[in-house]
């Protein structure tokens, strides 16, 4: 299996609602990663857990709460989102740290829509 | 300076035609380059990526990318572009010490037939 999955693939939610997304790879990778994309924009880094614990958190809003309940599984937990956070969430693992070259391995994404 | 420079935001080819898409990358950065596509709507494909093994990459759908030190470039190009090459553009690098990639702005790639 080499591919990471997201669920849903379409969420739409109001201001007041409180989701998740869903991240999944079986592919052994320790490091996992939740972007932010905006139309004509390149990913923007939210989160990224090494070995299950949390290693970087770009000053992302309380609003988005990761959690890393295995190795295998990634969430983020949604709560009182804004318009402006309607956007391409997307999902990536890697086998180990990037800057001694490896890949990231990216999700389909989930498209979410704040109401 | 950027990190990673990706000139021209858009790039249209007719079909047949050579594509060329540039990245620079900035000294400070690990001698890890990666190029990276994205179709409307879905995720980031890996195209290929420079390791450090060999100055010219090859990759899937027929894209190569030639490493060049002295012009701190990583130009991604293919011979005969094809319809179903029209997507978005990533250049990325790593960041030393740090887990996380820089990506260029991106290049949109629109192919007349």
């Known amino acids: 299996d080499t591919e990471v999955t997201q669920t849903p693939k379409h969420l739409v939610m109001g201001m007041t609602n409180k989701k998740s997304l869903k991240c999944e790879q079986h592919m052994g990778h320790r490091a996992m990663y939740w972007y932010k994309q905006k139309a004509k924009k390149p990913p923007e880094l939210m989160f990224v857990?090494?070995?299950?614990?949390?290693?970087i958190n770009e000053s992302v809003p309380s609003r988005f709460s990761p959690e890393c309940p295995n190795s295998s599984l990634l969430n983020l937990h949604l709560h009182a989102l804004q318009p402006e956070d309607s956007a391409l969430y997307l999902c990536a693992s890697s086998p180990g740290v990037l800057h001694t070259g490896n890949e990231q391995f990216f999700g389909p994404g989930t498209r979410l829509t704040v109401l | 300076a950027q990190s990673v420079t990706q000139l021209g935001s858009h790039v249209s080819v007719s079909e047949g035609a050579l594509v060329l898409l540039r990245c620079n990358y900035s000294?400070?950065?690990?001698?890890?380059l990666f190029w990276y596509v994205q179709y409307p709507n879905q995720g980031l494909q890996l195209l290929l990526k420079?390791?450090?093994?060999?100055?010219l990459v090859k990759g899937i759908n027929g894209f190569e990318a030639e490493f060049k030190k002295s012009e701190t470039s990583f130009h991604l190009t293919k011979p005969s572009a094809h319809m179903s090459d029209a997507a978005e553009y990533f250049c990325?690098?790593?960041?030393?010490?740090?887990?996380?990639?820089?990506f260029g702005s991106g290049t949109k790639l629109n192919v007349k037939p």
């Open positions: 857990y090494s070995y299950e614990k949390l290693s």
């Open positions: 420079y390791t450090s093994a060999a100055t």
């Open positions: 000294s400070s950065v690990p001698p890890y």
């Open positions: 990325a690098a790593a960041k030393y010490n740090f887990n996380k990639f820089y």
